[in-house]
């Protein structure tokens, strides 16, 4: 069955950073193209960044230039490197593998990792 385990949250003070990991399962992970998404507080869930199957990526104006998507097909792993985090960006940050033929429309998501941005 499809899994999908992120990893890599934590606290980290405001311009820190800090790197994400979602290691995927069940599923040929090179031909699907994956998303970050996140819910802050009080917030609804919100869409991150997307990488297609052929490594196009895509970015929230919010993050566009602080955060970066990449994937290693070779290992079955998604990243976000986030760069000069910002409080705002305090949220849980869930990756989720996209339904062909959709550019953001999910099926299986993970749990997510939380991320604490505050001195």
């Known amino acids: 069955q499809v899994q999908l385990v992120e990893s890599g949250g934590g606290l980290v003070q405001p311009g820190g950073s800090l790197r994400l990991s979602c290691a995927a399962s069940g599923f040929t992970f090179s031909s699907y193209a994956m998303i970050w998404l996140r819910q802050g507080p009080g917030k609804g869930l919100e869409w991150v960044s997307t990488i297609d199957s052929g490594g196009s990526t895509n970015y929230a104006d919010s993050v566009k230039g602080r955060f970066t998507i990449s994937r290693d097909n070779a290992k079955n792993t998604l990243s976000l490197q986030m760069n000069n985090l910002e409080p705002e960006d305090t949220a849980v940050y869930v990756c989720?593998?996209?339904?062909?033929?959709?550019?953001?429309?999910?099926?299986?998501r993970g749990q997510g990792t939380q991320v604490t941005v505050s001195s």
């Open positions: 989720a593998k996209v339904m062909r033929g959709t550019t953001r429309t999910y099926d299986y």
